[in-house]
């Protein structure tokens, strides 16, 4: 069964300190894995999808990789928008469905 | 282009009873997933429809179904319900295996 763990589960921020978020997996043939960012009471809203280790993927303070066990989303210099919970996901080369860890909190204070 | 619709927004149930939501996917997109989401539980995926096929069926009982129709729009179902059937119900739409998905705003359902 495909495994996705996400740490940590809640991580606060001051304005411009930049971190980063782990997600490994354990899943029998990766087709792809994708980053997702949920704001309170809403759906998620997709960020990035990365197919194979070494990949790499920017968009504004946000710069998501991949290697054969793990992804990491690095926030640069974060602002207080950035502030939601951001959702690792895996999908498995024989399978439709996404397996998905259980995010981290993200809270970043002006 | 408009995204992926869900109605409704909010529903109030009794135990027992049973609900069904609906799913307009993003125009031009043919598969449609559901997925539920608890504080406890997190993202579970319910089942995912392909041109109005059942592709593949998440751990959840049988009171728990759906369909999908030749417009790619998709309901699910949930019979007799149970508290724990209480959580946020999202569907997502996709162009194709190994896309992303883009998901709804979700039906939050309460069951008293």
């Known amino acids: 069964e495909d495994q996705v763990t996400q740490s940590p589960e809640a991580l606060r921020l001051q304005e411009g300190e930049s971190s980063s978020l782990n997600c490994s997996y354990t899943?029998?043939?990766?087709?792809?894995l994708f980053w997702y960012r949920q704001d309170p009471g809403k759906g998620p809203e997709f960020l990035f999808t990365l197919y194979s280790a070494g990949e790499e993927k920017e968009k504004e303070r946000l710069k998501a990789t991949l290697t054969k066990k793990e992804s990491f989303l690095h926030i640069t210099a974060p602002k207080p928008e950035d502030s939601a919970t951001y959702l690792c996901?895996?999908?498995?080369?024989?399978?439709?469905?996404?397996?998905f860890g259980a995010g981290t909190t993200v809270t970043v204070r002006a | 282009k408009a995204g992926v619709t869900q109605t409704p927004r909010y529903l109030i149930k009794t135990r027992g009873q049973q609900v069904t939501l609906s799913c307009s996917p993003i125009?031009?997109?043919?598969?449609v997933s559901w997925y539920q989401q608890t504080p406890g539980q997190g993202l579970q995926f319910l089942f995912e429809?392909?041109?109005?096929?059942?592709?593949n069926k998440g751990n959840f009982p049988g009171r728990f179904s759906g369909r999908q129709f030749s417009n790619s729009r998709s309901e699910m179902n949930v019979s007799t319900l149970e508290l724990g059937d209480s959580a946020l119900y999202l569907c997502?739409?996709?162009?194709?295996?190994?896309?992303?998905?883009?998901f709804g705003s979700g039906t939050q359902l309460s069951v008293l």
């Open positions: 125009s031009g997109h043919r598969s």
């Open positions: 996901a895996v999908q498995a080369a024989d399978d439709y469905k996404l397996s």
């Open positions: 429809y392909f041109s109005e096929t059942q592709r």
């Open positions: 899943v029998s043939g990766l087709r792809g």
């Open positions: 997502a739409s996709s162009s194709g295996p190994g896309r992303e998905l883009f």
